[in-house]
């Protein structure tokens, strides 16, 4: 790895129980449940979410999210309360699995270990009309190395910057998402004022720069793709709980071209840590 001491074999890479941390220099030091995890179904946090919490666009981002929210989030998995609408997304299931093998020692020391690291903004955000042609590879789109984009239509395709470095898990190399021409201004109208009652403005709850305010997390400069999951799902039902109930009226008008636009715009924000 480019910039890195160490050296890992690829099983090393995929141990659910012992993570390859390529950069220890870059956090502190993580408890065990982050790094070594504890058998047979407490997997180390720190193999999806990478030891300093940046996470990829299949999971999710939890660098800087506080100690509260973030213990609440494994008590409604550990409570069957939060679920994909998405039935073929399995790592969900997986999420909960874990969460419920994990004692509450375990998830008080990951949510003060997570909570502690600063944020940094490691997403781009583009406006476009073409994309890259992708292919599926562990849960995430990667360029397929075709020579001709394809049409990006709405949607947003999030991929890696260097997907060989991504495929080692360089927490370090971020990602580029791709998102309809014109998202970011209807984004920024839809989370500044709320669209003209379609919505309510995001800084009510996430603080005025979306970077959080008291125990709700930061929205800035977290993953578009994550993002637009949970939204949907709360639209769906499938994600319950007592912070989901904050977001119902949030969600309830929302249509599909609003969400892509709401998380262009906020995946676009700086990410500083509170």
Known sequence: MPGSTQAFTTVQLRDSFTIADWFPEDHPKPPDIVMTGRRPDARACGLCHYPN???RPENAGIDGLPEAYFVQQIE???HDLRKSAETRKTNTTLMANIAKAMTDDEVKAAAA?????????????????NVPKTRLSGGMFVPSGAVEPEPLGDRIIEMPEQAELTDLRDP???????????SLKKGEALVTT???GRTIACGVCHGPDLNGLGPVPGIAG???????RQLFDMQAGTRKGVWTDLMKSVVAKLTPEDVIAITAYTASRPAVSK
């Open 53 to 55: 919490g940046r996470g």
């Open 76 to 78: 409604d998995f550990k």
């Open 113 to 129: 270990y997570f909570s502690s690291l600063k944020r940094a903004s490691w997403i781009r955000v583009v406006e476009s009309e």
């Open 172 to 182: 370090r190399s971020g990602f580029v998402a791709y998102v309809p021409a014109g």
């Open 194 to 196: 709320g669209g003209s």
């Open 222 to 228: 977290r993953s578009p793709s994550y993002q637009a």
